[in-house]
């Protein structure tokens, strides 16, 4: 079993930035894809960023490149998410998750294993 604890949330003004820790326990990740995925009222998970075990390959969604950046430290069981530029429409609960079945990054929900209980990302203009 994986427990994963994500933090960082909050309320930001447009423009502003925003970093998301999610530390894993329970078992070693450093193996595994893990990334983000956010979720705002009435619309469905949408896959934000991920990155493979090792760190050397990231993939974001449209919506995000250039403005996010995700980042991990396996000595800490831990992955960030760096979030500028933030807009009302990047208003979520974001949630944290681990892929343990694959080394690929995949983008569907339902690919991700274990997620975490997600941080509310509130933007105002």
């Known amino acids: 079993q994986v427990q994963l604890v994500e933090s960082g949330g909050g309320l930001v003004k447009a423009g502003g930035s925003l970093r998301l820790s999610c530390v894993a326990s329970?078992?070693?990740?450093?193996?595994?894809?893990m990334g983000w995925f956010r979720q705002a009222p009435g619309k469905e998970r949408e896959f934000v960023a991920a990155?493979?075990?090792?760190?050397?390959?990231?993939l974001y969604a449209d919506s995000v490149k250039g403005r996010f950046i995700i980042s991990r430290d396996n000595a800490k069981n831990t992955v960030w998410l760096q979030m500028g530029s933030l807009q009302p429409e990047d208003t979520a609960a974001y949630y944290c998750?681990?892929?343990?079945?694959?080394?690929?990054?995949?983008?569907?929900?339902?690919?991700?294993?274990?997620w975490g209980q997600g941080t509310q990302v509130t933007v105002s203009s």
């Open positions: 990155i493979t075990s090792t760190g050397d390959i990231t």
């Open positions: 329970g078992r070693t990740v450093n193996d595994y894809v």
């Open positions: 998750v681990v892929d343990i079945t694959g080394w690929r990054i995949k983008k569907i929900p339902n690919e991700y294993d274990y």
